[in-house]
């Protein structure tokens, strides 16, 4: 098959000309900021600015939709991250919080047309949270950069956008 396709879109990885805000749980503070550290050190080592990178705290994982989606509205932003950490069994809540905020994110998403990019951490234990917060199993926050870079930049080379 030697055809291709007439148009492939693609998001690059350059954060020069995008807007970028993440928002962050305080809940698990210590893991969270490691998050933010990642997100950051990726944003800014692909050209991101600093008067494009804004950063919203939030009590816990629970707040982060409402704080995502003035953000969103607000017209200012090419992506929002949602950045927290849930560790089950450390309260009843955790098993609540998952659920509610994937998919109230991807709503999100949806209905504004911008980049929802999920960097909860869900863990069973605090070894597991320690692994993705910038140890052996990298780090969620530099992930979840990376993911909002690509879907902003693609959402400005999709027709319509
Ligand atoms: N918030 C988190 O971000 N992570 C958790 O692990 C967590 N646990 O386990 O309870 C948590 N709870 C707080 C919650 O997000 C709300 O802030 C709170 O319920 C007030 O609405």
Redesign the pocket.
């Known amino acids: 098959m030697d055809k291709k396709p007439a148009n492939v879109y693609e998001g690059m990885l350059s954060a020069e000309n995008i807007r970028l805000a993440v928002v962050c ?1 305080r ?2 503070e210590f893991f969270v900021s490691k998050l933010l550290g990642g997100a950051m050190d990726t944003f800014f080592r692909h050209g991101g600015k600093e008067e494009n990178l804004s950063v919203a705290y939030v ?5 982060i939709p409402l704080a995502v989606s003035k953000l969103m509205q607000s017209g200012k932003y090419d992506a929002v991250i949602a950045l ?4 089950q069994g ?2 009843s ?2 098993s609540y ?1 998952n659920g509610q905020v994937s998919k109230a994110l991807g709503e999100l998403a949806l209905k504004h047309g911008i980049p929802a990019i999920y960097g909860v951490v869900t863990t069973e234990n605090i070894e597991q949270a320690i692994e993705r917060s910038g140890t052996k199993a990298g780090n969620r926050g530099a992930d979840a950069a990376h993911s909002a870079i690509e879907m902003a930049n693609l959402m400005k080379a999709l027709p319509g956008c």
């Open positions: 749980a809940f698990n009590p816990g994982s629970f707040e927290g950490v849930v560790i450390s309260t809540h955790a919080i």
